[in-house]
C-alpha cells in the first residue's frame, strides 16, 4: 500500500473485554512504532520494533498491553481487560531503520484506530 | 532518560503575527529533533528535522544544544497553519521517537 493502514478505524468495546488493533507498515520498513494519543497527554510511546531486535515495551502502561509483529511486517496491539482509561486514539508508525548516517529518519503515521470502552 | 516538553497545551495568535512554540528535551548526548504537525483530520506527517535546516511553509527551528531547546519559528502566521505541533526526540543511536505533549495552534483571522 501506499501508506500505513490501521484497523479498525473505530472500535467500541465493553469494559474486560479483549481487543486487537492492526498495523500494516509500509513495505520495507522495518521499524514500527505505537503510541496512544489522548486529550491533554500527547502522544504516548508505548512499544517500539526494529528487524529482528528484542522490541523496546518500555512504553507499556500494564501488563494488560501487549503487541506482536510477525514476519517483520504486520503487527498486532492487543488489550486485555480493557478498562474506560484505555479509551483514546491508537497511532502506528513505520519507518527505514534510523542509525546513525541517516539522520533524520522520518516516521510516517496511520490514520489511528479511536477505541472506546464503554 | 529521553524526555521532550511542550508547555504551552495551546497558543493562539492572529494572522500575520509572529509564532513560536516552544520545545524542550532532556537527552544526555547529541539527539535528532523533529517537528510534527497533525492538521485537522489529517494524519500526523513530518514538518521539519534539526538535521536538515530547512525552512517549510514557513517554519524554522534552531537546536540549542546550551539551552536543550528546539523552539519552533514562524514570522507572519497563517490561518492554514491553524493545527496541533508536536516535537519529536529521537536519540543518536536510533531507536524509538519520543514525543512532546503538543501545541494547539490557533491563528485567528
Known amino acids: 500500500g501506499a501508506g500505513v493502514s490501521q484497523s479498525p478505524s473505530n472500535k467500541v468495546t465493553e469494559k474486560g473485554k479483549d481487543v486487537e488493533l492492526r498495523c500494516d507498515p509500509i513495505?520495507?520498513?522495518?521499524?514500527l512504532y505505537w503510541y496512544r494519543q489522548s486529550l491533554g497527554q500527547g502522544l504516548e510511546f508505548l512499544i517500539y520494533f526494529q528487524g529482528n531486535s528484542a522490541p523496546d515495551k518500555s512504553g507499556l502502561p500494564s501488563d494488560r498491553f501487549s503487541a506482536e509483529r510477525t514476519g517483520g511486517s504486520v503487527s498486532t496491539l492487543t488489550i486485555q481487560r480493557t478498562q474506560q482509561e484505555d479509551s483514546a486514539v491508537y497511532l502506528c508508525a513505520s519507518s527505514l531503520p534510523p542509525h546513525r548516517g541517516r539522520e533524520g529518519t522520518e516516521a510516517f503515521f496511520g490514520q489511528g484506530t479511536r477505541l472506546t470502552v464503554v | 532518560a529521553q524526555r521532550v516538553t511542550q508547555p504551552e497545551k495551546l497558543l493562539s495568535v492572529f494572522k500575520g503575527a509572529p509564532v513560536e512554540l516552544k520545545c524542550n528535551y532532556s537527552y544526555s548526548g547529541s539527539p535528532e529533533l523533529f517537528w510534527y504537525v497533525q492538521y485537522s483530520r489529517q494524519r500526523l506527517q513530518l514538518l521539519l528535522r534539526h538535521i536538515s535546516r530547512e525552512s517549510i511553509k514557513g517554519f524554522t527551528a534552531d537546536l540549542n544544544k546550551g539551552e536543550t531547546s528546539f523552539h519552533l519559528k514562524k514570522p507572519f502566521a497563517q490561518e492554514e497553519d491553524s493545527a496541533m505541533y508536536y516535537c519529536?526526540?529521537?536519540?543518536?543511536?536510533?531507536?524509538?521517537?519520543?514525543f512532546g505533549q503538543g501545541t494547539e495552534l490557533s491563528v485567528k483571522p
Open positions: 519529536a526526540l529521537r536519540g543518536a543511536m536510533g531507536g524509538k521517537l519520543i
Open positions: 513495505s520495507g520498513h522495518t521499524a
